[in-house]
C-alpha cells in the first residue's frame, strides 16, 4: 500500500523525479541522489515495505533480487563487480523506510567501503 509521507513511493509513483534506470510493473531502480559510488543505484518493489525483514510476498522479494542482475548488466558492472547493501534499520543507518537495495560499483573497493553510515 503506498504510505503518502514516503519519498521512495513518491518516486515510484512517478510523483517526484528520480533518474530511472530501469522500472516494470513490481520494481523501479534509479540513481542515488548522493551516489557513494561511480554506479549507485537503488532498487524498490513499488508496493511499500519498511525494510527487507519486512513480510515482502516471496515472488515479490524474488523479483527484487532479480532485478540486482538486471540493473548490474544496465550499468555496466556485472562483469567488473559490485556491490549491493541492504541497510535495516536504527543500528544499520536506514534512512529511507522503504526497503531498498544499493547496487554499488563502478571502481575498485576496499573490504568494508563504502560504509554508506
Ligand atoms: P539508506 O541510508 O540505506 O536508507 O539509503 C537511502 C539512500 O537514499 C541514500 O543513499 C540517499 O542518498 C538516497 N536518497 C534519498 N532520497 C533520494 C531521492 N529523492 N532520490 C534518490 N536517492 C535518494
Known amino acids: 500500500m503506498k504510505d503518502n509521507d514516503c519519498i521512495f513511493c513518491k518516486i ?24 557513494m559510488m561511480p554506479v549507485h543505484t ?21 523479483h527484487l533480487m532479480r532485478t540486482v ?6 550499468q555496466g558492472v556485472r562483469e567488473t563487480g559490485f556491490r549491493i547493501i ?14 531498498h537495495i544499493h547496487v554499488l560499483g563502478g571502481a575498485p573497493m576496499n573490504d568494508g567501503d563504502p560504509s554508506l553510515s
Open 12 to 35: 515510484a509513483a512517478g510523483d517526484i523525479p528520480a533518474t530511472k534506470v530501469y522500472e516494470d510493473d513490481v520494481v523501479v531502480a534509479f540513481k542515488d541522489l548522493n551516489p
Open 86 to 99: 541492504a541497510n535495516t534499520g536504527a543500528d544499520a543507518c536506514q534512512s529511507v523506510g522503504h526497503v
Open 42 to 62: 537503488l532498487i524498490i518493489p513499488k508496493e511499500h515495505y519498511d525494510n527487507i525483514a519486512d513480510d515482502i510476498p516471496d515472488a515479490t522479494l524474488a
Open 69 to 74: 542482475g538486471t540493473v548490474a548488466d544496465a
